[in-house]
């Protein structure tokens, strides 16, 4: 049985007055106040009555001149938050693959310079895939706010995984919610600050991309702005219409721009504004990024104890690469079970010289030694677009070994390391902002992996498994999906502490009930995905799995 978690508490009573309950308004923090009396009420105008009761509401939330206003400015970014997370979260996770002083040979360019002084409009910066177009993105820039910390330096960084972020919309909204928080020089029109802050997150309120159209180029036009754009390619992928209206959008904001892509940008205003450059691994850094790959590693111990044994590893971790840092990094993830210098060189020699070869030698190994980590790799690769937090995904992964009962779930769950290993460079951990994470992260004592999301180390990892897993294997993984998420249900149920019981999936998110499912169960907050999968293998769906999920008698809805 659970314990109940300590910092869920009965919702403080309202006030009350001659007897009679009166609402609980809290609003101070917003800049609103509130005088609630038997007596007279007034709103500038407006007045009106609760239980024939008169309310007197004074707003001194956009009293003030709003663009200049600090506290309405806050309200109006946190607001839009939600819109530049996935941005930030991969600008943050690709800066944090940075090999130390690596990189710096971009910022060099004669057209980086050009481009940074403002001599050029338009930067695109191609480089084939694994090359590390990412990295250099956010390398690009974290030096422009070193160096320009008086300018707007925005971003945007599209992902297959993300696709809801891929509209013009959402992008103009990251751009002004970065603006926002730069800092006070970017002036927006009052009311549609107003709306931003009292929208609370709801996209339903918000603003179209044509209503914000003319604001952001007026906001963005007289600070000194660059806008970083990430993986152009996997904006709306194989749409090249949608791609260049993008693109053409973006040059009307009159900024400096740098596009990183597979193929060429399509700019549309090239002549004697416009450069290009080429981004690949160089030898230089990936000897770089070998050496400090090993500093500290187990492997690096194994190659120091044959004379030359890394100098050898490296160089054919240059020949190897062929400007793509991808192939050093699996290589050298391939490489971290081997305990002596012979089974480094014969995994060196097995080693493929491209990214599919080394794919497929990963699934291979994988089958062969670690066949339990593959529901989770079809799983990503069945629900591309869904974004589930890795305590959730490990509670998948031991669904079936779970008997439920008084066996608590954890001590049957692998840790994140044991995945990892598993997939020998496959699959990365990264962070990442999770539903069912939501209130968890000031948890006491810390639960692992808050926070925490896998995915695949590479964009071409998804489309080599999307071209190469058979469609029986994935019809199997939907079943086995459908039927471990039937188990699962009523074996947490069967656990539920009674107190727990009647949480509903529209109440309030730090509910007692909602707050038990996230400490413990977190999976539960993906159940209905089981669904999704159920119809397209209805016919062999075991009865006897679907029954007891439906009839359980315990009143607590998952959500």
């Known amino acids: 049985m659970r314990p109940v978690d300590s910092s869920s508490s009965e919702t403080p009573r309202s006030p009350t007055t001659n007897g009679v309950q009166q609402p609980n308004l809290s609003l101070g923090a917003v800049g609103i106040e509130v005088q609630a009396d038997d007596a007279s009420f007034d709103v500038g105008g407006h007045a009106f009555s609760y239980n024939n009761n008169a309310l007197a509401v004074t707003n001194n939330f956009f009293g003030q001149s709003s663009a200049n206003n600090a506290q309405v400015r806050d309200f109006a970014a946190r607001s839009l938050r939600a819109a530049s997370a996935s941005h930030d979260l991969a600008y943050s996770n690709a800066l944090a693959q940075r090999t130390p002083d690596t990189g710096q040979?971009?910022?060099?360019?004669?057209?980086?310079?050009?481009?940074?002084?403002?001599?050029?409009?338009l930067l695109e910066c191609i480089g084939t895939p694994g090359a590390g177009k990412t990295v250099m993105s956010s390398i690009t820039i974290e030096h422009l706010r070193k160096s320009r910390s008086e300018a707007f330096v925005l971003y945007l960084y599209h992902q297959t995984r993300v696709p809801h972020s891929q509209t013009l919309h959402t992008c103009a909204l990251a751009l002004l919610c970065q603006a926002l928080e730069k800092g006070s020089e970017l002036i927006l029109p009052t009311e549609l600050l107003r709306t931003f802050a009292l929208q609370h997150g709801s996209a339903d309120r918000l603003p179209t991309y044509e209503l914000l159209r003319p604001d952001l180029i007026q906001a963005l036009a007289g600070p000194d702005t660059y806008i970083v754009v990430d993986a152009l390619d996997e904006y709306n992928i194989g749409d090249v219409v949608a791609q260049t209206e993008f693109i053409r959008e973006l040059e009307t904001l009159n900024v400096k721009i740098l596009v990183t892509s597979r193929s060429h940008v399509p700019f549309k205003q090239k002549l004697g504004n416009f450069a290009s450059c080429k981004i690949s691994a160089l030898p230089d850094n990936i000897r770089a990024f070998v050496n400090y790959s090993m500093e500290k590693s187990y492997l690096g111990d194994v190659l120091r104890r044959g004379d030359g044994t890394l100098d050898e590893v490296r160089e054919a971790a240059v020949n190897k690469?062929?400007?793509?840092?991808?192939?050093?990094?699996?290589?050298?993830?391939?490489?971290?079970?081997?305990?002596?210098?012979?089974?480094?060189?014969?995994?060196?020699?097995?080693?493929?010289?491209?990214?599919?070869?080394?794919y497929e030698q990963i699934l291979i190994h994988i089958r062969a030694t670690s066949p339990w980590i593959l529901p989770l790799i079809y799983f990503m690769v069945i629900f591309v677009d869904r974004t589930i937090g890795a305590r959730a995904m490990l509670q998948y992964l031991a669904c079936d070994s779970w008997p439920g009962g008084s066996e608590r779930i954890e001590d049957y769950i692998r840790g994140a390391d044991d995945v990892l290993a598993s997939c020998r460079g496959l699959v990365v951990l990264v962070d990442q902002q999770n539903e069912e994470d939501r209130g968890a992260q000031h948890a006491t004592p810390a639960i692992p992996d808050v926070g925490k999301g896998f995915q695949f180390c590479h964009s071409t990892a998804l489309d080599y498994l999307q071209a190469h897993i058979v469609q029986d294997?994935?019809?199997?993984?939907?079943?086995?999906?459908?039927?471990?998420?039937?188990?699962?249900?009523?074996?947490?149920?069967?656990?539920?502490?009674?107190?727990?019981?009647?949480?509903?999936?529209?109440?309030?998110?730090?509910?007692?009930?909602?707050?038990?499912?996230?400490?413990?169960?977190?999976?539960?907050?993906?159940?209905?995905?089981?669904?999704?999968?159920?119809?397209?293998?209805?016919?062999?769906?075991?009865?006897?799995?679907?029954?007891?999920?439906?009839?359980?008698?315990?009143?607590?809805?998952?959500?």
């Open 105 to 121: 040979w971009f910022l060099e360019l004669q057209e980086f310079a050009r481009w940074k002084s403002g001599d050029l409009q």
């Open 321 to 358: 690469a062929d400007g793509i840092f991808l192939s050093t990094k699996l290589l050298l993830t391939a490489m971290r079970g081997c305990h002596i210098i012979s089974e480094v060189k014969s995994r060196l020699q097995e080693s493929s010289s491209n990214l599919n070869g080394t």
């Open 473 to 559: 294997a994935l019809s199997e993984a939907r079943l086995a999906l459908v039927h471990r998420f039937l188990s699962y249900a009523p074996k947490l149920l069967a656990g539920v502490p009674k107190e727990m019981g009647g949480a509903r999936p529209d109440e309030d998110s730090y509910s007692a009930g909602r707050l038990y499912l996230r400490r413990w169960y977190p999976l539960s907050f993906h159940q209905d995905l089981w669904q999704h999968c159920a119809k397209q293998v209805e016919e062999s769906v075991d009865r006897a799995a679907v029954d007891p999920y439906f009839s359980h008698p315990t009143s607590l809805t998952l959500p």
